[in-house]
């Protein structure tokens, strides 16, 4: 994990926070790679979840709502963790968190449990003594509930169906630790599938298979991945059944993303509370019911440390140590590199030429500094599948070699044919 973490620094996927202020525990920045790799991250989820299927809709809602939706979700009253202090260092710990009953970081004795609520609180209003308290939302689901009439009625869409909703969210947490893992600024990637109560078996079924396949496509391993049911007594106030998608990362199995079946919860408490009928009438049965809803909940952030995981590699090749990111060729930041074999005799200008051509069909990078040996060597770092090396030859014949990443076998291709090779396999609908 140290290695994976010095790495994402120094090549530029993710940073400390405000890190020449000593940096904000809990909070990242995703850097020029990191950025790319999330967003493609997020996208092939779209493309996948929400563009190819017919009964998925989207949303982007703000990040601060009206203070009565928390305490109608039950965020007000219930979102707690249970906490302890430490009478000598006072730092504190989640109770859950402890393997003992004396403080990990120095031996102290420990307060008794207490609760603790880890929703961000902010202000709306230009005024202080006017302005109405509210919090930064620590999930993104409430703003679809409360406004589920708005969009089937615009929509025109009839249950069974779900919105999606890819956005930050918040929480205070007492003990942000594992790199990104657990963060109190964080994204997620949710759905809430709304269906008849009569059918949410079948579909909560469907919804397994299909979460646990875009992992494997995303390169995760299969031995790696299990599948984490919540015991009834261990559920939340919300949940009639939760199982979530754990990760064998380097510091221990931990959460991926969770399926829970909401029921009927939701709909129910914003009606009751706001007094706005949140029911779905079926013209065609000529019914009204509140659907009950299965929320698919995924962390983009945990998403990407898992890709991150898998896909670092250390291997021996020729006698020497080669590091490669064997990130899956649609997620990497860069999808291929382009390498002119020396700076002279104007192979740079049709290397350049080239790049830029290429970079209106997918994101490359330029480099011509150094032996070129060590210039693959440096794309494997980061993941990129594909160098593109500009030679003498190039003049002569216009061809180009083309370098894969992990298997590091070269192909000589004419170089108007570069694009349609490699854009294939970068795409969001290639499996491989």
Known sequence: MD???SLCKRKGFIFQSSAIYGGVNGCWDFGPLGVELKRNLKDDWW???VQIRDDIVGLD???IMHPDVWKASGHVDAFHDVVVDCTECKHRFR???LEADKCPDCGGKLTEPMQFNSMLKTQLGVNEATAMETYLRPETCQSIFVNFKEVYSSCRTK????????GKAFRNEVNPRNFIFRSREFEQMEIEFFCKEEDEEEWFEKWQAEIWSWYLRLGLPEEKMRWFEHPKEALAHYSKRTVD????FPFGWG???GLANRGTFDLKAHSEASGKDLSFFDQQA???FVPTVLEPSAGADRATLAVLCAAYTEEEVKGEQRIVMKLAPKLAPTKAAILPLVKKDGIADIAKDLEKKLRRKFTTYYDQAGAIGRRYRRQDEVGTPFCICVDYDTKEDNTVTVRERDSMEQVRMPIDEVAAYIEPKVSFDHEA
């Open 245 to 248: 998608v754990e990760y064998n």
């Open 47 to 49: 493309y996948n979840f």
């Open 95 to 97: 109770e859950d968190h």
């Open 159 to 166: 249950v069974p169906f779900g919105i999606a909703q890819v």
């Open 61 to 63: 809602a703000s990040i």
């Open 255 to 257: 959460e991926l993303q």
């Open 286 to 288: 000529n019914e009204r």
């Open 3 to 5: 290695k994976l973490v």
